[in-house]
């Protein structure tokens, strides 16, 4: 059998275009920000690879595979199943993959909401995902969060965790309780 990381380059090859691009722009930043972490860089690049491996799947399909696949379904992910794309993506990898690896599983799983049990490699993921060169419009502060993150991986997801549940909350939307805890987390880990 070809290793991880080649069969993950075959399982890309089938999605979108652009999403193809998106996934290979992350794999370089997450490559950028292991070196200053120590964070190992075939890991760094496995997560990447493997963060979006559903995201192109619709929301009504990411609500039926995450029940065939056993992934518990929040009345928040029901109500944007978007939020499903890395859980179900993860228990994918698992069962066609092989991806066994706790620490790859739970960086993927987690990419889109975090959680307070990322290690340095899923939050590395998480924010390398969110660096993606293309998505500046999106997150104004991007080049801010850059620097931040090649300093503090802690520093920089409390940073973006902060900015996106303020501006979820002023818009009256729903925040997943994973990036609360996640939050929460942080900010109790950086003040001892
Ligand atoms: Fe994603
Ligand atoms: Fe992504």
Redesign the pocket.
């Given at each position: 059998m070809p290793d991880m990381l080649q069969r993950l380059q075959d399982r890309l090859k089938a999605l979108p275009d652009g999403?193809q691009s998106?996934?290979y722009r992350?794999r370089d930043v997450a490559l950028e920000l292991a070196a200053p972490h120590k964070i190992d860089l075939e890991q760094a690049e496995l997560g990447a690879l493997a963060?979006?491996v559903c995201?192109a799947v619709p929301g009504e399909d990411l609500i039926r595979m995450a029940y065939e696949l056993d992934v518990p379904v929040s009345d928040v992910e029901q109500d944007f199943p978007l939020l499903l794309h890395g859980p179900v993506g993860a228990e994918l990898l698992r069962k066609e993959e092989d991806l066994n690896d706790d620490i790859l599983y739970e960086a993927v799983r987690w990419?889109?909401t975090a959680h307070p049990s990322l290690d340095p490699l899923g939050k590395l993921v998480f924010l390398a995902?969110?660096l993606?060169p293309q998505k500046a419009a999106v997150y104004s502060y991007q080049a801010k969060l850059h620097d931040m993150a090649l300093e503090s991986l802690d520093l920089a997801l409390l940073e973006f965790l902060s900015r996106e549940m303020a501006k979820r909350i002023e818009g009256g939307g729903t925040v997943h309780p994973a990036s609360v805890d996640a939050r929460n987390s942080l900010i109790l880990k950086l003040k001892g």
């Open positions: 999403l998106h996934i992350v963060h979006d995201r990419h889109s995902d969110k993606d």
